[in-house]
C-alpha cells in the first residue's frame, strides 16, 4: 500500500458496513477485517485501496458535494469495463456497482486490482530513467491508444455507449458552455479562442471507443518492465467518438522540455525527461501505427488544452463554493490562466 495515503479529512466511510457489503457480494473473501487506503492523484472520483487479508480491490465513488447531471456516473464506468475487459485486457474486470447510498455515502464499484507502477511526476525509486527506457515508454504509452481505438466498439457490445454523428461540434460547443457557467475571472484571450474553436470545426475520421482521459498516469506499468503495460485506469469518460479528440487529449498532458515554466507547474509529469519523444514524434508514430490522417491535428490539441482548461475551472468552482476541502484545488484559477493563454498561443502559431 506504500502508493496511497490515509484516508483524507471528510472523505471516508464507515468500514464495517462497506465489509459486509463487500462479503454479501464478493464470494470467498478470506478472513480479516477491511482495510482501506486512498490513491492520492486524480481530482475527480476518488479512488481507495481494499485490502481484506491477501485479497486486495479497489472502490470507486464520485466526488464530494452537488455534481453535474449524468456525470461521475458509477454505474456507467462499470458497465463500461464489464463489456470491454473482454475485447481490450487492459480494462480492468469490475466486481459490483452499488447505487445504494446508505453503504458509503455514495454510489460506487468495486474493480480487481491490477498491481504495478503507476509513473505521474518521477520515477519509481531505484529506477534509472536512461534515454532507451524513456522512449520505449513514450512508445508504448502511443501504441496502447492505437490498440484502444482499434477495438470495435459495436463488436465488443459497446455500440450505443455514445453518440458519434455531431461529435466533435457538440463537445465544442459543450465545453465553451461549461467553462462560461464555472466562469470566475475575466480572461480577454478566451473569446478569441473559442471564436477561432467554432469557426473551423474539423471533419471526424470514423468514430472509436475513446477513453476520453488518457495519459501517462493512467497507466498501470510492470514494475520489472516499465514498457509493459499491465491495465488502463479512470474509464469514467470514456465514450464513442473520435479518435483524434482522444489523442489531443493525451498531448495536453505531454510536458517537453521546451514548454515554459507555467505549463510545467500546471502539468507536471515525467514526460520532459530525456529521451520521452516529442508531441510531434507522439502524432508520427500514432499515424504511422494507426494509418490515420492528421493533418487536422493543430485545431485538436488547441481545443485539448481549452478542454482541460474547462475541467479545471470546474473543479476550481467547486473548491471555492466549499463542495470540498482539497487544498490541492485552490490555484486552480492561475493553473485555468495559464493553459486558456497557451492555448491562445497555439492557435496563432499552427504548432502542437
Known amino acids: 500500500m506504500s502508493e496511497t495515503i490515509k484516508i483524507r479529512e471528510g472523505e471516508g466511510f464507515d468500514l464495517d458496513t462497506a465489509e459486509r457489503y463487500l462479503r ?48 461521475h456516473d458509477m454505474g456507467r464506468e462499470s458497465g463500461i469495463l464489464r463489456m470491454l ?64 481505438h482499434a477495438v470495435d466498439p459495436w463488436e465488443a457490445g459497446l455500440g450505443d455507449l455514445g453518440k458519434p454523428e455531431g461529435f466533435l461540434e457538440r463537445q465544442t460547443h459543450g465545453w465553451i458552455s461549461r467553462y462560461d457557467k464555472a466562469k470566475t475571472d475575466e480572461i480577454e484571450e478566451v473569446g478569441p479562442l473559442t471564436d477561432w474553436l467554432v469557426r473551423d470545426i474539423p471533419e471526424s475520421p470514423r468514430p472509436t471507443i475513446i477513453h476520453n482521459d488518457y495519459k501517462l498516469n493512467n497507466l498501470v506499468l510492470n514494475p520489472d518492465d516499465l514498457t509493459e503495460v499491465r491495465a488502463v485506469l479512470d474509464w469514467e469518460m470514456a465514450t464513442i467518438g473520435d479518435p483524434l479528440f482522444d489523442l489531443a487529449v493525451s498531448l495536453t498532458y505531454w510536458i517537453e522540455p521546451s514548454d515554459s515554466d507555467d505549463l510545467k507547474r500546471v502539468l507536471p509529469t515525467v514526460t520532459d525527461t530525456p529521451g520521452f519523444v516529442t508531441r510531434r514524434e507522439f502524432v508520427e508514430r500514432y499515424a504511422e501505427k494507426s494509418g490515420r490522417d492528421l493533418s487536422d491535428m493543430h485545431w485538436y490539441v488547441v481545443f485539448g488544452y481549452f478542454k482541460l482548461a474547462g475541467i ?9 463554493n466549499g463542495q470540498t476541502r482539497d487544498e490541492r484545488f485552490a490555484n486552480f484559477d492561475k493553473c485555468v490562466c495559464t493553459l486558456i493563454l497557451h492555448a491562445h498561443d497555439l492557435s496563432r502559431t499552427g504548432d502542437i
Request: glycine content about 8%; hydrophobic content about 35%.
Open 312 to 320: 479545471l475551472q470546474q473543479i476550481y468552482v467547486r473548491w471555492r
Open 85 to 148: 475487459e473482454a475485447a481490450y485486457p487492459l480494462a480492468p474486470k469490475p466486481y459490483f456497482f452499488c447505487d445504494d447510498e446508505s453503504v458509503i455515502g455514495a454510489p460506487f464499484y468495486v474493480m480487481e486490482r491490477r498491481e504495478g507502477v503507476v509513473i505521474d511526476d518521477s520515477f519509481p525509486k531505484g529506477v534509472e530513467p536512461t534515454e532507451e527506457l524513456c522512449r520505449g515508454i513514450s512508445h508504448t504509452v502511443v501504441d496502447t491508444l492505437v490498440e484502444l
Open 24 to 71: 454479501e457480494h464478493i464470494e470467498n473473501l478470506p478472513e480479516g477485517d477491511l482495510e482501506v487506503r486512498q490513491f492520492p492523484s486524480g481530482a475527480s472520483n476518488l479512488t481507495f485501496l481494499l485490502k481484506i487479508g491477501d485479497w486486495e480491490g479497489v472502490l470507486r465513488r464520485p466526488p464530494l458535494g452537488p455534481i453535474p447531471p449524468r456525470a
